[in-house]
């Protein structure tokens, strides 16, 4: 390890601690589950503001969008692009859905349903299967920051960033997780346009850039070299992830109004629009500087570390690793909430102690992070990893939620078939690898299938009686 790396790596340990302290003060008034897991539903909307825009430029824009570019050019914009409007859909038609007070989007679901009680227990297992699933993806991408960062090997990477997540989430909860994301938003926010701006004079002003050979002649958002379904795809895949990602529908739970959670989205919608070209940018930057990188999720680190002064590379670089830890908490903190509340309390009827209320939120997210970690280690492909797992899990999820929010016929027998059909078609899709170079992945043929099973099955069925969502409470 160099002496830049030794400092580096100080700086992350400082900053980490920093973020430590911050949960901590946070964690001096949590006296219930629901202050642990929800912020007591009095998270204001800037604080809503900042976790949000903290969380959509996360991972996939930091590593997975820059890295598509790379190899693709301006099609890296399509990851911003897809989360833009997926979050300004999320807006407008699940917004209201804080009114019914519901604690996780498991319990959400379920109520479009009757609370069927097999419909609500597999949403539970899937639901935190992709909040473990994202956060495991944030995890990968942490690691290589770190490692590209300090010169650590890619596993002890891994291990640093989830250790530290887990002891500054697990401490604070919710409430730590929007103060830090707060923070961690303006860091990321000036690290990302410094290497913008240092990209485009390294590799000799704008017009070189624009002619790089990535990016030069290949049609609007460089679908030419992609492909116009697998664009389509790509951005459709983003999208479906927002509107069916548990820590966004967290936000709505725990907002202080439904005019505060909408606002806060249509804001940080519009700024992620926006902020689409600079992963884009820095990808194509990374072509034009060095074409033949083994790994493309490795452009925006290697180009922080050698086309940028030291000093800037290492602020950069720590931007990037506050992208993928602000990301993280909020999946770790949805994928608990559903652990404690539809798992622990509802289906394995356990009981809080009153003495130690929090103790069980804490036990669920030490856990949670450790499988988290446990997938990480095994994975290195960060839009691999999320568009299959979009396809796989969250496909299903989101036209469960589309039906169910605004169609009365939708019956529990229709939910499962939703479920299964958006799943079996992703893992057929993806087996086959003619049909998935077609498609590009596979969430248009899982969509189609959830949604047309899905339709067929709740009109093939006798509609099921509505009843009263069962709430599951975590005040105690």
Same mark, same amino acid.
């Given at each position: 390890?160099?002496?830049?790396?030794?400092?580096?790596?100080?700086?992350?340990?400082?900053?980490?601690?920093?973020?430590?302290?911050?949960?901590?003060?946070?964690?001096?008034?949590?006296?219930?589950?629901?202050?642990?897991?929800?912020?007591?539903?009095?998270?204001?909307?800037?604080?809503?503001?900042?976790?949000?825009?903290?969380?959509?430029?996360?991972?996939?824009?930091?590593?997975?969008?820059?890295?598509?570019?790379?190899?693709?050019?301006?099609?890296?914009?399509?990851?911003?692009?897809?989360?833009?409007?997926?979050?300004?859909?999320? =807006?407008? /038609? @699940?917004?209201?859905?804080?009114?019914?007070?519901?604690?996780?989007? !498991?319990?959400? %679901? &379920?109520?479009? *349903? +009757?609370?069927?009680?097999?419909?609500?227990?597999?949403?539970?297992?899937?639901?935190?299967?992709?909040?473990?699933?994202?956060?495991?993806?944030?995890?990968?991408?942490?690691?290589?920051?770190?490692?590209?960062?300090?010169?650590?090997?890619?596993?002890?990477?891994?291990?640093?960033?989830?250790?530290?997540?887990?002891?500054?989430?697990?401490?604070?909860?919710?409430?730590?997780?929007?103060?830090?994301?707060?923070?961690?938003?303006?860091?990321?926010?000036?690290?990302?346009?410094?290497?913008?701006?240092?990209?485009?004079?390294?590799?000799?002003?704008?017009?070189?850039?624009?002619?790089?050979?990535?990016?030069?002649? =290949?049609? /609007? @958002?460089?679908?030419?070299?992609?492909?116009?379904?697998?664009?389509? !795809?790509?951005? %459709? &895949?983003?999208? *479906? +992830?927002?509107?069916?990602?548990?820590?966004?529908?967290?936000?709505?739970?725990?907002?202080?109004?439904?005019?505060?959670?909408?606002?806060?989205?249509?804001?940080?919608?519009?700024?992620?629009?926006?902020?689409?070209?600079?992963?884009?940018?820095?990808?194509?930057?990374?072509?034009?500087?060095?074409?033949?990188?083994?790994?493309?999720?490795?452009?925006?680190?290697?180009?922080?570390?050698?086309?940028?002064?030291?000093?800037?590379?290492?602020?950069?670089?720590?931007?990037?690793?506050?992208?993928?830890?602000?990301?993280?908490?909020?999946?770790?903190?949805?994928?608990?909430?559903?652990?404690?509340?539809?798992?622990?309390?509802?289906?394995?009827?356990?009981?809080?102690?009153?003495?130690?209320?929090?103790?069980?939120?804490?036990? &669920?997210?030490?856990?949670?992070?450790?499988?988290?970690?446990?997938?990480?280690?095994?994975?290195?492909?960060?839009?691999?990893?999320?568009?299959?797992?979009?396809?796989?899990?969250?496909?299903?999820?989101?036209?469960?939620?589309?039906?169910?929010?605004?169609?009365?016929?939708?019956?529990?027998?229709?939910?499962?078939?939703?479920?299964?059909?958006?799943?079996?078609?992703?893992?057929?899709?993806?087996?086959?690898?003619?049909?998935?170079?077609?498609?590009?992945?596979?969430?248009?043929?899982?969509?189609?299938?959830?949604?047309?099973?899905?339709?067929?099955?709740?009109?093939?069925?006798?509609?099921?009686?509505?009843?009263?969502?069962?709430?599951?409470?975590?005040?105690?």
């Amino acid at each position: 390890m160099t002496d830049s790396q030794q400092v580096y790596l100080l700086i992350f340990l400082l900053y980490l601690s920093a973020m430590i302290l911050v949960s901590w003060l946070a964690s001096r008034w949590q006296r219930s589950n629901c202050d642990y897991l929800l912020a007591g539903r009095k998270v204001p909307l800037m604080l809503t503001l900042g976790t949000t825009v903290a969380t959509m430029v996360g991972t996939g824009s930091s590593m997975g969008a820059v890295g598509f570019a790379y190899q693709h050019g301006w099609a890296g914009t399509l990851y911003g692009i897809g989360g833009a409007l997926g979050i300004l859909l999320l =807006a407008w /038609l @699940f917004a209201p859905v804080r009114a019914e007070r519901f604690a996780t989007m !498991s319990e959400e %679901l &379920a109520s479009y *349903v +009757g609370n069927h009680q097999v419909v609500k227990k597999l949403l539970a297992i899937l639901i935190y299967a992709a909040s473990v699933g994202w956060l495991g993806a944030h995890l990968i991408g942490g690691g290589m920051y770190l490692a590209w960062l300090t010169g650590l090997d890619e596993t002890s990477a891994k291990l640093i960033i989830g250790l530290g997540l887990a002891v500054y989430v697990t401490l604070g909860g919710y409430s730590a997780v929007v103060w830090t994301d707060a923070i961690q938003a303006v860091i990321l926010f000036s690290g990302f346009l410094l290497m913008t701006y240092f990209v485009v004079e390294v590799v000799g002003g704008w017009q070189t850039l624009t002619s790089a050979s990535v990016a030069a002649g =290949a049609g /609007l @958002f460089s679908y030419q070299n992609i492909g116009l379904l697998p664009a389509i !795809s790509m951005a %459709l &895949a983003v999208l *479906v +992830g927002v509107l069916a990602t548990p820590s966004f529908r967290q936000r709505i739970y725990s907002a202080k109004s439904i005019s505060s959670i909408r606002t806060s989205f249509i804001i940080s919608g519009l700024l992620y629009l926006g902020f689409s070209c600079i992963p884009a940018v820095i990808g194509i930057g990374a072509y034009a500087v060095n074409s033949s990188l083994d790994n493309p999720s490795f452009a925006f680190p290697y180009l922080a570390l050698t086309a940028m002064p030291v000093l800037i590379g290492g602020f950069i670089l720590l931007a990037g690793i506050s992208a993928t830890l602000s990301s993280a908490s909020s999946d770790a903190i949805a994928g608990v909430s559903v652990l404690v509340a539809d798992i622990y309390l509802t289906w394995c009827k356990g009981n809080i102690a009153p003495h130690n209320p929090l103790l069980v939120s804490r036990i &669920a997210m030490l856990t949670t992070v450790s499988l988290a970690l446990f997938m990480a280690v095994l994975s290195s492909d960060i839009i691999s990893y999320i568009t299959k797992m979009i396809s796989v899990v969250l496909a299903g999820l989101c036209v469960m939620g589309l039906l169910g929010r605004f169609w009365q016929g939708y019956t529990w027998q229709g939910s499962l078939v939703t479920l299964m059909a958006g799943s079996v078609a992703a893992l057929l899709i993806g087996m086959n690898d003619d049909w998935l170079a077609y498609f590009g992945n596979p969430i248009i043929p899982a969509l189609l299938s959830a949604l047309v099973f899905g339709v067929l099955t709740s009109v093939a069925t006798k509609p099921s009686v509505t009843a009263s969502p069962e709430k599951t409470e975590v005040t105690s």
